[in-house]
């Protein structure tokens, strides 16, 4: 057949993050934004809080002697003088057991060091109003730096951030993350990574095919906010894989409120950003040159399933519909990206016959192995025989 046969998952784009060797295997990688679902809600308190923080962003990995930067929203009734932040880090992970266990039971185990506190209005502050929170870290090749912590072996190394009073050390509040550190050694190769941010309310159709105002209400409530998160991301690369479908309803909310609904022409008059529509606020993060959308066929299919009843034209049928669908709203889907679910030959020949050289299968649709050890690479132990 001539076509090249890639089935890769990502990168998609550019997002940088770096694991050592020694543990690849770990299924989280911190790109330098901070993950919903890892941060941990601090203790109970026994008087509402007068100040409360976010993690938003964080160096996503060091080498020894380098410098961690996390970047925290702090919203507070107190004055900046009267806080101080402070950081316990734990002990290095080096298993993707032991970090699924500490993510579960929300224990990080032993404490590896305890910088002293940092007021918080002695912290730099970025573009964006939030505060520059660093941990330092000890590079081994220097005499002993009290302010620095001794971070040796490679590993993911939890990281406690808590906000405190000065005046009495009484916890505001606190998150965990996760900082892994990796040596400079010369056979470490960065691990690209991608964002791929599904768009997908479906149904979004009455079996009719109407997309009632019930139905474009359904639709604008569930992705309206994701629109708004993807519009206040610039600085993150990401793929979006929109389900067609959902986008065909969303569209004609705009349609009958009389807004522009496809892409943006130069000639075009830019609205007042309060006044957009959360379609419109979308299509226009998306003219990002590091913002990519995928192909989709126009509603969610079992590629299998269909090839095995025989209908391979509905397949195509699918594919052209969302593909124009698609076009019309956004004007740049990708033709060799994919992103489906279950998978088998017949499918990925389809797929590069239409000239698809990447796909992104759903983790559910992954049937990962229940043994207890994590899958490696087998290797021959050749020993020489005594003689």
Known sequence: MGARRNLVFPPLVG?????????????????????????????????????????????????????????????????????????????????????????RSGRPGDVLASPAPVALDSLRIDADGNYLFPVSTQDPSLPRDAGRVSLRADGVYPVDIRLRKKSDGAQLDRQMTYLPVVKARTNQVPLMVAVVWRLDASPAHDPDGQATAKKQSDVEARLGPVAQAIAGA??????????????????????????????????????????????????????????????????????????????????????DRGIAVTRDLFGKPDLTTVVTGMMDSRSVDQLVARGVDRVVIDAASVNLSSQRLTPARPMKNNERKKQ
């Open 15 to 103: 997002c940088w993050a770096v694991a050592a060797a020694s543990f690849l295997t770990l299924p989280t990688v911190v790109a330098g934004v901070a993950l919903a679902g890892v941060a941990q809600a601090g203790a109970a308190q026994t008087e509402p809080r007068s100040a409360s923080f976010r993690l938003i962003t964080q160096t996503p990995w060091v080498a020894p002697g380098g410098d961690a930067f996390f970047h925290l929203a702090v919203d507070t009734r107190e004055a900046p003088g009267n806080l101080e932040i402070s950081a316990t880090v734990h002990t290095g992970l080096t298993s993707r057991g032991r970090l699924s266990s500490i993510l």
């Open 234 to 319: 610039s600085s993150v690369p990401f793929t979006l894989a929109p389900v067609p479908e959902t986008l065909d309803a969303w569209a004609r909310a705009d349609i009958t409120a009389d807004r522009p609904t496809g892409p943006a022409t130069s000639g075009d008059a830019t609205p007042p950003d309060e006044e957009l529509s959360s379609l419109q606020r979308l299509r226009a993060t998306l003219s990002s040159p590091d913002r990519f959308l995928t192909m989709e066929p126009y509603a969610p299919i079992d590629l299998p399933s269909l090839n095995g009843a025989e209908l391979a034209d509905e397949v195509r049928t699918q594919f």
